[in-house]
């Protein structure tokens, strides 16, 4: 095992390099401004960019929209309605991307309250994505005096802005000689702007990364400066192609500087109650972590065992889920042999949870930083699932590799393994060959050409051109040049709204398909994690249960989008007594701890019902824009089948008995018949049967939502909500019209 | 027996909290384990003795992101 005490610090970019950097650095323009000092949480000021014109505004932000949208992800999508019209695209300048930290988001006394909330036109979905990212850069911006940030317009050269709160300016900036590739240009960046090492810690960077500029499926990294090791380190803003507006805009970075994080910066109403809760929090992490979770030792991929036990890990692009090579990188591996133990891991301050671990000193064998010792932050569960078992890949030293050049390369690692995945069965299927991919063998399992693939990503050259474009423009791509068939390659292609599905096999849970399926931004679990209340525990058995789960999980999630809070901290620690509560699966304590840390840092009370209605508001408002931008109905919400069920003759084999027996116990078939039944007709039987719960789903959760059985929210809804803004209504009523509602 | 509200195929004689554990793979150090709504200890899991009528619920408290 591998302890922080003999991880030796990381070499920094030496003075002389920095120096040339500097010297050809171009101030472009720079502009003074005022610091707005935060208060309960606050700062009520958005600072507006636009990096073709090279301008800097900050502006008021109404009661009204504070009222409404509350913060984080809510100001986000306020914001970027204002910019887009229905005709806008992601590379449309008038395309935004807006961010913000949220009312809680800076506070260092409870964990994970260090999240960011990231709004854009999606390039692989042309609807609006939200992606939340831990780091630095978000409550910087805050304690800087913005509660938001807008970015608009688009720079002729690449451009990095940088906002000092210690000096007061927001400046655009030419640095040319600095790398593109994120763990580079971080540590550039953050030495450069830093007066000195132990300033490095007051600098925060967001970056994408060189694939970015050639891939839909881009992110936006957030830097976090990890003084013990001497290295910056990275967060991502993974989902749906972020990265790729950024580096559109041809923003190389943006900088933000502080003069050093404090207890209270938030001025909380009621600080000693933030101290209090989080006291009572640091200790059950500290007494249950290592009984529970080991969050600390092992970070979120903790779960690969379990999750393979119930087919539940996506195992050669989700057709299978038991992962049979998972005893190679379970748990113990990641922890026994790669990640270093005893590090205060948090991505960001006062974060006792700390799963944000690191393999140190890692050697890279390929690509263009071959034979260097980089710091590799995760795997996390979904890089680790996603990367490894669904292409077939079991060695950790590769997953650690994949993952490491998508966190540098600026590419989504969900996306990326979910796509490569698909990649894969295109190419056992006969829909690739070498010829097709320029000479990469997409064989399952092949690490080698998978990291050989996206280092095409990063040149913009060859296959990874067509990789960089995620698997719906993939799909239409290959059926164009008739490779593939359509129907079949959308029912095992696991994308939806254009989106790539992450980490969890829905075959076994109706509520699961729906907690993909009936999202706003396409098929992200963040939004309902239902998969073992439903499938393991039964405890939603019931339509009905269904749909109230997926009618309450996310709008209780979407709370933490709108605060700047991490979700992880609710359930994947609990108080040792949580057994003995009404409904351990809440747990109702910390559910107590969030309504106390909003009272406290607003001085507003506030209610479990009081949550699910301020998320209510935005989620609603998310929804209306989704079918402002054309999508956001039922169609919309249709989902591949292979996430409802097996798709292909080897798959519904696999588990033949689970599928027979259910055909028996729950299609309503005899055992007689089913014995009758050729393997293609009980596939098709499964298929009618599975297809139908779904709809039938659809129908519960809908009305349960307020919305029309056409996925509309109706007017009355809007206007219980407060909602009833003369745009929605705009969008909604003609609709409304139409199917009679 | 019922197991999550599922009529339990495995009962029989002298079956216990941790047989039942045991016998399903049920591997996550995060169970809430309820005998007839009581809530049963891990450290009770061996001595616990399911009888045919009894309703067992071992609910899995898992995170995700």
């Known amino acids: ?741 | 027996m019922k197991l999550n509200n599922r009529e339990y195929k495995g009962f029989r004689e002298g079956l216990t909290v941790q047989d039942v554990i045991r016998e399903n793979s049920f591997t996550w150090p995060k169970l809430v384990v309820k005998l007839n709504r009581k809530v049963i200890w891990p450290e009770e899991y061996e001595n616990t003795v399911i009888e045919e009528t009894d309703d067992l619920e071992v609910i899995h408290l898992l995170g995700g992101g």
């Not at chain 1, 953050?190 to 839909?216: F, M, P, Q, R, W």
């Not at chain 1, 709008?555 to 409904?583: H, S």
């Open chain 1, 1 to 741: 095992m591998i302890h922080i005490c003999n991880v030796p610090r990381y070499q920094a970019p030496s003075a002389e390099e920095l120096a040339e950097m500097r010297k050809h650095h171009v101030l472009l323009r720079s502009f003074d401004y005022e610091r707005t000092p935060i208060m309960r949480g606050y700062t009520d000021k958005i600072l507006t960019i636009d990096v073709g014109e090279k301008s800097a505004e900050i502006a008021d932000i109404p009661a009204e929209v504070k009222e409404k949208f509350v913060g984080g992800k809510g100001y986000c999508l306020r914001y970027l309605w204002d910019a887009v019209n229905p005709q806008t695209r992601w590379d449309s300048p008038e395309n935004e991307i807006v961010m913000s930290p949220g009312p809680i988001a800076g506070i260092t006394q409870y964990g994970g309250t260090g999240k960011t909330l990231i709004c854009t036109i999606s390039p692989l979905t042309d609807i609006p994505i939200d992606s939340n990212v831990g780091g630095f850069f978000g409550p910087y911006l805050k304690f800087a005096g913005f509660d938001a940030l807008e970015i608009k317009g688009k720079s002729e050269k690449d451009v990095i802005v940088v906002i000092d709160a210690t000096k007061g300016t927001i400046s655009f900036e030419e640095a040319p000689l600095e790398h593109f590739d994120a763990h580079v240009l971080c540590e550039e960046l953050t030495a450069l702007y830093a007066d000195d090492e132990n300033d490095k810690k007051n600098i925060a960077v967001a970056a994408a990364g060189s694939g970015a500029d050639h891939a839909n499926i881009g992110m936006l990294n957030f830097s976090f400066y990890d003084p013990r090791r001497g290295v910056t380190r990275l967060k991502q803003a993974g989902r749906g192609g972020i990265g790729r507006v950024f580096r559109n805009k041809k923003i190389k970075a943006l900088v933000c500087k502080i003069d050093g994080v404090k207890a209270n910066l938030n001025n909380a109403y009621d600080f000693g109650l933030i101290n209090k809760t989080g006291l009572k929090f640091h200790r059950e992490v500290a007494n249950n972590d290592t009984k529970q979770n080991d969050m600390r030792g092992v970070g979120t991929a903790y779960s690969l065992r379990t999750l393979a036990d119930y087919d539940i890990v996506p195992t050669h692009n989700f057709k299978f889920g038991d992962a049979p090579g998972i005893d190679e990188m379970t748990a113990a591996v990641f922890k026994s042999d790669w990640l270093t133990q005893g590090a205060a891991d948090g991505c960001w301050y006062g974060c006792s949870m700390a799963c944000a671990k690191a393999s140190d000193h890692f050697l890279l064998k390929t690509g263009p930083y071959k034979g260097q010792r980089v710091c590799v932050d995760g795997p996390e569960y979904e890089s680790a699932a996603g990367l490894g078992p669904s292409c077939g890949i079991y060695n950790p030293q590769e997953v650690l590799e994949i993952n490491f050049y998508c966190d540098t390369y600026g590419l989504d690692t969900i996306s990326y393994g979910t796509m490569t995945a698909f990649l894969m069965e295109c190419y056992e299927r006969g829909i690739l060959n070498k010829e097709r991919t320029g000479g990469l063998d997409l064989t399952w399992g092949n690490a080698a050409d998978d990291l050989e693939m996206m280092h095409q990503i990063a040149r913009g050259e060859g296959f990874g051109l067509i990789a960089g474009l995620g698997i719906h423009k993939q799909k239409e791509y290959f059926a164009k040049m008739g490779w593939g068939d359509i129907n079949e390659m959308n029912d095992f292609g696991m994308e939806q709204k254009g989106l790539e599905y992450s980490e969890y096999s829905a075959k076994e849970s109706l509520a699961q398909q729906g907690g993909y399926g009936l999202t706003n931004k396409g098929p992200q679990h963040d939004e309902a994690w239902l998969i073992f209340m439903d499938q393991v525990n039964n405890q939603i058995p019931t339509f009905e249960d269904k749909a109230e789960a997926l009618y309450f999980y996310p709008m209780f999630r979407t709370w933490f989008g709108l605060m700047g809070l991490c979700k992880l901290p609710w359930n994947d620690i609990v108080p040792a007594d949580n057994a003995l509560t009404d409904d351990p699966k809440m747990v109702p304590e910390h559910v107590e701890n969030y309504l106390n840390l909003y009272y406290a840092m607003t001085g507003n009370k506030l209610d479990v019902d009081g949550m699910i209605r301020q998320s209510e508001r935005v989620y609603n408002f998310q929804r209306i824009f989704n079918i402002r931008m054309g999508k956001g109905l039922r169609a919309n919400d249709a989902i591949p089948y292979r996430s409802a069920g097996p798709v292909f003759e080897d798959e519904y084999l696999w588990r033949e008995e689970r599928y027979d027996t259910q055909l028996v116990e729950l299609a309503g078939y005899t055992e007689e018949q089913v014995k009758n039944m050729s393997l293609q007709e009980r596939m098709a039987a499964t298929r009618k049967y599975r297809e139908a719960q779904y709809q039938t789903l659809i129908d519960a959760v809908y009305p349960k939502r307020g919305w029309t059985l056409g996925g509309v929210p109706t007017v009355e809804h809007l206007k219980e909500l407060g909602m009833d803004l003369p745009e929605l209504l705009e969008v909604v009523e003609p609709l409304l019209a139409e199917e009679g509602a």
